[in-house]
Every structure is written in structure tokens, then in C-alpha cells.
Nanobody, 126 residues
Framework: QVQLVESGGGSVQAGGSLRLSCAVF????????MGWFRQAPGKEREGVAV???????SYADSVKGRFTISQDNAKNTLTLQMNSLKSEDTAMYYC????????????????????WGQGTQVTVSS
């Protein structure tokens, strides 16, 4: 059974950094795509960053240059390094996985992901 467990959320001041981790169980992401989504109160869930099976990342325009997605195959962990955080980054962040090996231009479509973590809260104060 696939299980995704996020950690690393918290509260930080604007300009600060946080590192989110997603522990992956029962899933081989070396041949599939994984990513991070977020949802702020009153807003739809949006794609933040995705990494496909060959390690190529895709980022939302709002986080390019500030966030970095990576995976550690040995530790079965997906991470999201978030730097230069802004108040608008405040949201619940979710780790997600799909059996698809390529997503292309549809990478931010949450409907294409099969498994989700429980979420970890990130709060950025200005």
C-alpha cells in the first residue's frame, strides 16, 4: 500500500527558509512522477513543483528561483527546499505521487495524481 508522510512544515518570517520532506512507502518513484501541491484557505489546490521519472523538475512561476524539488532514492524521500519565503506561500503543502512517468505540460493537474499525503502546514508571517 502506498503511503506518503510529509514533515518539515512550520512558521517562519518572510525571507526565511523551510525544508519539507515526504517519506515514501510502497511506491517506486524512480520510474514515476512525484510532486508538491499546496492549498491556501479559500483557494484551489495548486501545483508547486513536480519531478518526473528522469529527474526533470517543473515549477510554478510563483516559486521559480526560490523552491527546489529533489529526491533521494536511497532514502525514499522527496524534498522541497523553500527559500526566500513570502506571505503568499502560506498554505497546507501536500506530497503527491502518480504512476505516470511523464506529465509534460499537465504536471500541475492534481487530478493526474493517484496518492496524497496528509499535508503539512507552512505559515509565513510578514
Amino acid at each position: 500500500q502506498v503511503q506518503l508522510v510529509e514533515s518539515g512544515g512550520g512558521s517562519v518570517q518572510a525571507g526565511g527558509s523551510l525544508r519539507l520532506s515526504c517519506a515514501v512507502f510502497g511506491y517506486t518513484y524512480s520510474t514515476n512522477c512525484m510532486g508538491w501541491f499546496r492549498q491556501a484557505p479559500g483557494k484551489e489546490r495548486e501545483g508547486v513543483a513536480v519531478i518526473d521519472s528522469d529527474g526533470s523538475p517543473s515549477y510554478a512561476d510563483s516559486v521559480k528561483g526560490r523552491f527546489t524539488i529533489s529526491q533521494d532514492n536511497a532514502k525514499n524521500t522527496l524534498t522541497l527546499q523553500m527559500n526566500s519565503l513570502k506571505s503568499e506561500d502560506t498554505a497546507m503543502y501536500y506530497c503527491a505521487a502518480t504512476w505516470r512517468s511523464r506529465l509534460g505540460g499537465s504536471w500541475s493537474d492534481s487530478g493526474l495524481f493517484d496518492y496524497w499525503g496528509q499535508g503539512t502546514q507552512v505559515t509565513v508571517s510578514s
